[in-house]
């Protein structure tokens, strides 16, 4: 008999799978060892495979894409509210089967391995600019304590830092002046290692014509394009721009009942990085738009004028992000309306 559809829960080791066919009626399970796994997968006619989207996922479908099988990624949260009993493996395995079969069930998007690089290096960045703030934060804090104060961001940490060790009239101590050197060289090298990352994306940028159609876009720099393209790829996953926004989180919520519709303030679903990126981009062209008379800007100030900044700021980085789906599912470049 064939297989139509495996709901497969993944794990670092012991993988679980709970076989039904098209109908729902269950047909068997099994426990594999990781490296099991694709010799069993090859040997299974073409079926479907349905994952949780979590770590290691983007990996197994492309191995499974390979063999012919058809893969769809569903969120955990989607999952959940299928699972019967006690929580175990194989509940787990049998509820994203079933979850899966859902007429209005959402699907995750499947990274290839281009997007996953360029995932990898934002992650990277990300990690690099928490570590240069803490370190920046640690050492203000440890300066008060020697009655020394250096203002907020890195650049005055830099200007002043230096002139600070050299004083011998503060109150610092040889030791102290030695650990806080030795701070400041590790900011150094945190400091090459951010600069690399940003060359890393522009030349990315360079080369992906993705990319390059959406830094055309007012509010799009080389980081906002280069991890539009890592989450969204194509854009052909969603069906137009107002889902693309709806999975950036930059839409209203809604809590209605009885026919009343109330709607709350954005859902904050979806990728928060790209959320944010877009949010800081919308603030720039808010910024910019009132030295201009393009008809963007005049409606951004007339958004600003009548809703408030925050709201404006989100307002737009809406419409950013569903011109952003167009160039992406469209292929088209951007044209300013003037």
């Not at 983007?58 to 006690?86: C, D, E, T």
């Not at 069930?105 to 996953?116: C, L, N």
């Not at 020697?146 to 907020?152: F, N, R, T």
């Amino acid at each position: 008999m064939n297989i139509t559809t495996i709901g497969l829960d993944i794990a670092k080791s012991v993988f679980h799978l709970f076989n039904i066919t098209k109908t729902g009626r269950f047909i068997g399970k099994k426990q594999l060892k990781r490296n099991q796994v694709l010799a069993y997968m090859a040997k299974l006619e073409p079926s479907i495979v349905v994952m949780e989207a979590c770590g290691g996922a983007n990996y197994w479908s492309r191995k499974f894409m390979a063999m012919g099988h058809q893969v769809k990624l569903i969120a955990p949260q989607y999952v959940k509210p299928f699972v019967k009993g006690n929580k175990n493996d194989y509940n787990d395995a049998e509820a994203i089967a079933e979850a899966s079969q859902r007429p209005s069930m959402r699907f995750v998007p499947i990274k290839s391995v281009e997007q996953q690089d360029i995932q990898n290096l934002h992650r990277q960045r990300g990690l690099i600019k928490k570590s240069r703030t803490a370190l920046v934060n640690q050492v203000r804090g440890l300066l008060a304590e020697y009655g020394v104060v250096i203002k907020k961001g890195v650049s005055a940490f830099h200007n002043d830092l230096p002139s600070i060790l050299e004083d011998a009239n503060n109150e610092l101590t040889v030791l102290s002046r030695e650990l806080f050197n030795e701070l400041y060289e590790d900011l150094i090298i945190i400091e090459d290692r951010f600069k690399k990352c940003e060359k890393r994306i522009k030349a990315i940028n360079k080369e992906n014509g993705t990319c390059q159609r959406l830094i055309g876009v007012l509010g799009i720099g080389p980081i906002i394009a280069s991890a539009t393209f890592a989450e969204g790829g194509n854009g052909k996953n969603f069906v137009n721009g107002r889902h693309f926004s709806a999975w950036l989180g930059l839409v209203p919520g809604q809590h209605s009942t009885g026919g009343k519709p109330v709607l709350l303030g954005i859902s904050k679903r979806g990728n928060s990085y790209l959320r944010t990126l877009y949010i800081h981009g919308a603030r720039a062209v808010l910024q910019a738009s009132s030295t201009k008379s393009d008809r963007f800007s005049l409606w951004a100030q007339a958004l600003l004028a009548r809703r408030g900044h925050n709201r404006a700021c989100v307002a737009i980085a809406n419409k950013l992000a569903r011109i952003a789906w167009v160039i992406m599912a469209k292929g088209d470049t951007y044209r300013q309306a003037v």
